[in-house]
Each structure stands twice: as C-alpha cells, then as structure tokens.
C-alpha cells in the first residue's frame, strides 16, 4: 500500500529531500499572526512554524481562536497584523482560490446539489479539465478513500455520515494542495467511525507526505494522528510539542489540565528540598526552579503500594470515587489528616479484588514524575 | 422499529380530517364549474338544462382569449421580474449579514400587510401624479410592488437552509466568486427561485384589487370576472372562470413537468458519461 501512486496525489517525496526542505524552509510559518475582531483579538501575535510533510493538530477549547487562525492559513480570512509565509512566500493576500491549499470543513460543507463524483471532481473543473477526464480522477480519489467507484453518480445527499466525510477528503485531495487543512472534521460523527476515520486520515497523511493541519478540541484525536501539538488559549500558542511530551512535560497548568486529569499541587523549596504543603508531603533533597510554584502529577504517576512499600513520597487515604478504564482505573482518594487538603487522583489496576470505593490505599509517587509549570 | 402496522386498516379521524379539508378547498370550484353547465341569466341550483353552451361561447369569443392573453401577459413578466429583483434581495435577506439588515428584512415585508386597495389606490394617485396614464404595464408595477416581497421571502427561506461554507469551500476549491454563485449558491437555491416565480405568476394571475385601480383601458381576467358578475351575469361567466382555473394549473403542472424533465436530462447525462469514460478506456490513464 505504502509504494501507491493513485491519481490525485504525488508519490511521497523522498526522506532525504523532505529533510532539506524542512531544513530550508517551512511549508508554513507565520510571524505574529494576529486576527483583531474591533478590541477583541481571537488570534493574538502568532508564530508558528509547520514543517513540511508534518502532521500538525492545533487543538484548544471552543473560542480559542483555533478556527479563526485556520481559516487565515486557508485564505477564508486576513490576518489584522503579522505575515502568513506558505514555503516562504508572504501569502497574505493572496486569496483561498490561488493558494495551492484545501480545506475539509467542519460542516464538511458537500455540494448537495451535485453527486459524489461532481463534488470530487469540483477543483478540476474550475481548473477547466474535461469532463471526462476529472470524472476519472474523481473515480481514482474514490479507491484512495476507500469508497466504491459506483458510487460517482450517487447524490451525495444519499451518503451515510462516513461516506460524506469520505467524499469531503477526496474533493480537498482533487486539486493535488501542497497543504490539507481540515476544521474538526469529525466532530459530529459517533465514536467508532470517528476511530476508523483517524485512522484513515492518518494512514493518507503517509501516503500522500502532504502537509496536514489538523484542528480540534479533542485531545484524544491530537494524540492519535499527530506528529506535533500545539495548544491555544485564547488566541495564543501555549506549548507546541510532540503529542507525548505535551503530556509528560506540560510547561503550564492549562496544558496540564487540558491534556487530562491531573493533580495540581503548590510547591515550596524549602532548606532541604521540596514540599508540598497541601498534602504534608516533602521530597528530601529535591529543588524547584523557583522558590514556589506549582507541580503537576499524572493520575498514572501515582501507584498503590503494598502495605509497607516504599517510594519517595506516600499519600494514604480513603478511596472515594473510581472510574474504569479499561484494564486500569482511576481513583479519587481522599488524604487522611485535614479535610481540607485536595482530592489525590490515582491509576490502580482494574481488577476484581481491587481496593474499591470506601477502601483504604497507599499511593506512591517520585519527585521525577512530577512536573513543576507556571500558572 | 414501530409495531404499528404501516397501513391502518379503517377510516381514522386523521383520514377523515383531511378528506373534510380537502371538500371544503375545492367545494367552492365544482360549484363554480355547475353554474358554468347552466343556461339560467342567474345562477340557481339545481339546473334545469345541463348545457355547454357557455363554454361554446366563450371560447369562440375574442374577449375570452384576449382577456387570458392579458393576464397571462402580466403574469409572465411580474414573474420573471420579481424573481430578477427577489434572487439579490433574498440574499441580502438571508445570506450577508450588514448593517441595516433588520430593518431592511422588515421594510420589505411591509407591502405585504398593506391593504390591497389601500396600496392600488395609493399607485393610482401617485401614478396620476407622475402623469403616467395606467395601463397593463402599471399593473405589472403594482402587481411586483406586493408580490416581490413574497417571492423574496420564498428564496430566503430556502438561503436560510443554505450553509455558506459551501461557497467558502467553492472558493477554497479554486472557484472565483462569481463561479462560487454560479455553480454552488445558485443552483442550491434553484428550488425556491422556480417556486417563487410559480408563486408571483400564479398572485399576480389572480390579483383583483391592484389590476382594478392600475391597469387602465387594459382588462384582466379576475375584473372582468368581477365585472360581470355584479351586472350582466351569464353562465359565460363561471365558464370562463372555469377555463382560467384550469390555464394557472396548466402553469403548476407545466413547471412540474419541466423539473421532471430536468431530472431525467441530468439522469441520463450522467450515465452517458460513464459510457463515454468506459468506451475510451485509454484516457482513463492520465
């Protein structure tokens, strides 16, 4: 599958010279991209840079300006201040129909009136190909996303939830784009098809070695497809990294908290390390950057231990509340000693004669699973 | 999925409702077409002669074809002319948002709520004092000043189906804005511009108190109906009626017709150019 060279898609180009590209210059790169609504600004001084043949997913809560940003990228709308550069060129006003870019929408946004293959073959014939010539590319993008070639003279108001998504992805291939955008395509679809569509679209991004950039509020769909996360809050990047180390290593609170559950505890340097004073905790030995901040600790970071077990810090409580995950589930333990301090959030294997709510249990945790971020 | 069977057996009162609608909306008709069967100088039921001596009459005279001729002369272009100005204005309607635009959607609406004759006699005396002397021609003003917000709000509702990231994504595509309309906005919106122009024809067709003050020495089918009716009342009258009934569902079952015809031209081009693609199999290959 991987050596494919159907219609409407150049072969993958070769490592070496995508690695000089990407070297040279990125396939996009914006300076101080900025998107002002009157005093407002959705998209404030971005920069960015996208390589070439990355999988690149911006991903941020609704009103992040994540949206806002992409459509500028497409050329659906104008930065206010700062350069959008596509492989070095100020495209700036260079309007969505004269950049080598493609957009799948949200809405996905089919030409109901037309079918399948009409909406597919759409970017050709504005390009002035024959008839005959772009149905038959249009009939090549349908083997690619994988929907039958009987299905050109379908009208796409007959496509099932899958088949339209499938039918947007083969139309924003047509035009053979340098760069695919796609705005949260899959969020209105159901779980499954939602998976076996990542999956699809991951699997084109390999073959085609385009450009991708992704946008969505679904964590679990950055974590998925991307090579590299970006993560926006209020029309700023707040930490651009690989989608595992954007979990491990969130430089904020807001990363932390947005990439999934998470302690977030004050810490204090102290004379002889580091402690934590909401759970009476200390970590001998250990320093912070700074004199206070705060740590963060991922539920999986926090063990049971078996009734005398040893580890750099011990929080024991009382299990009040679990979520199963799987073959694993999560707890909340309430600490023993003040009720004031904050619920602890831990991961125990899920199985039958595992500590249940109303039980009592021994967590573990080291000081280098921690993770010290700013506000 | 529902046990109810799909077909109930028995009438049921949602049956029974409808064919007791559908009695009360086309009562009025067939009795329009038993007097048209008389030979009475005033309409009594039932008759004593059965006779289609009216319709005899009526269509081997020249007023009858000339007033349909009229009418349908007004018809036709309060059609194409409302739908030419209602198409920009649905889309400022529904589709752009700018300023201005609620008060815009309500003063366009406004006509509608006008009193007919209110609104002829107001275009009489503005007419007169323009000096313009009414005829067919006036009418069809009059006619478009109250039928163009209506066609109007016919496309809008259709726009407000409409999701523009279709012409974005046109655009995105490669297309121009001009080819965006062309291919993408135009086409979606089809539906409602060919019910709307069926809606100002069949309005303006039909219309009585703006023709009465606006079309001059000019006559249509609804005022001489009105006419003759309050003197000189023959069995012509229903008669003719009768015939212009059937000429405006000439004009729905015409439309009809066409999309029909529309939809099977677009069947069978597709399907032509699946045989051309297959009987030249060597340009398949780029």
């Known amino acids: 599958m991987s050596d494919r060279t159907g219609p409407g898609f150049a072969p993958a180009r070769d490592a070496t010279a995508q690695e000089q590209l990407s070297v040279e210059q990125p396939a996009l790169a914006l300076r101080g991209v900025t998107r002002a609504f009157g005093a407002s600004r959705a998209v404030d001084a971005v920069d960015l840079e996208i390589r070439e043949g990355e999988f690149f997913t911006i991903v941020g809560p609704s009103g992040s300006g994540k949206s806002t940003l992409l459509r500028m990228l497409a050329g659906l709308d104008r930065p206010t201040a700062g350069d959008i550069l596509l492989r070095g060129r100020r495209v700036n006003d260079v309007p969505a129909n004269a950049r080598p870019t493609a957009m799948v929408f949200q809405s996905l946004a089919l030409f109901d009136h037309m079918s399948v293959g009409d909406n597919i073959a759409f970017a050709l014939k504005m390009r002035g190909v024959a008839r005959t010539e772009r149905l038959e590319r249009a009939r090549g993008l349908l083997d690619v996303v994988h929907l039958p070639a009987s299905y050109l003279d379908k009208p796409v108001t007959q496509c099932s939830g899958g088949e339209r998504q499938r039918v947007a992805l083969a139309r924003a291939l047509a035009s053979d784009p340098d760069i695919l955008f796609f705005d949260e395509p899959l969020s209105a679809i159901d779980n499954r098809l939602r998976k076996l569509l990542q999956v699809e679209i991951k699997e084109l991004h390999r073959r085609t070695g385009k450009t991708f950039v992704y946008i969505t509020h679904a964590l679990e769909e950055a974590m998925v497809m991307s090579d590299r996360v970006a993560l926006m809050r209020a029309g700023k990047i707040v930490q651009v990294a690989p989608p595992l180390e954007i979990y491990d290593r969130p430089t904020s609170r807001f990363v932390a908290e947005f990439m999934g559950e998470v302690n977030v505890w004050c810490a204090v340097r102290e004379a002889g390390g580091v402690a934590l004073p909401e759970l009476g905790l200390a970590f001998p030995g250990e320093t912070l950057p700074q004199a206070e901040g705060l740590l963060v600790a991922r539920p999986e970071k926090l063990a049971m231990l078996g009734e005398g077990g040893g580890a750099q810090a011990i929080v024991a409580g009382t299990i009040v509340d679990e979520f199963v995950l799987g073959s694993r589930k999560q707890i909340h333990l309430r600490p023993d000693g003040d009720a004031s301090r904050p619920i602890v959030f831990g991961e125990i294997p899920a199985t039958p004669d595992a500590p249940a709510p109303g039980a009592r249990v021994r967590l573990g945790l080291a000081f280098a699973d921690c993770r010290f971020v700013t506000e | ?286």
């Open chain 2, 1 to 286: 999925m529902s046990a109810r069977p799909e077909t109930e057996p028995g009438l049921r009162p949602r049956q029974l409702f409808t064919a007791l609608v559908v009695v009360l909306l086309y009562l009025p008709i067939v009795s329009v077409v038993l007097a048209s069967l008389a030979n009475t100088r005033y309409l009594i039921f039932p008759h004593r002669v059965w006779t289609l001596d009216a319709y005899a009459e009526a269509i081997g005279q020249y007023t009858t074809a000339h007033l349909h001729a009229t009418s349908f002369k007004i018809a036709l272009v309060v059609a194409l002319i409302s739908v030419a100005l209602a198409i920009p204005g649905a889309l400022a309607f529904a589709r752009y948002r700018w300023r201005g635009r609620r008060l815009y959607q309500r003063a366009i609406l406004l006509p509608v709520f006008f009193p007919q004759p209110v609104l002829g006699l107001a275009l009489l005396v503005a007419l007169s004092a323009a000096g313009i002397v009414p005829d067919w021609r006036t009418a069809v003003f009059a006619h478009l000043v109250w039928v163009v917000p209506i066609v109007t709000l016919v496309i809008s509702i259709r726009l407000y189906g409409f999701d523009p990231a279709q012409e974005e994504a046109a655009y995105d595509l490669g297309a121009t804005r001009l080819q965006a309309f062309r291919e993408v906005t135009l086409p979606a919106i089809a539906p409602g511009i060919v019910s709307g122009a069926l809606f100002a024809f069949l309005l303006s067709w039909s219309n009585l108190p703006l023709s009465m003050y606006t079309t001059g020495a000019d006559t249509t089918l609804p005022e001489w109906l009105y006419s003759r009716m309050a003197t000189n009342y023959s069995p012509q009258v229903p008669a003719i009626a009768v015939l212009s009934v059937a000429a405006s569902a000439l004009a729905v079952v015409a439309v009809l017709f066409l999309r029909a015809l529309r939809r099977a031209v677009g069947r069978r081009r597709t399907t032509s150019s699946e045989a051309s693609t297959l009987a030249h199999p060597a340009r398949a290959t780029p």
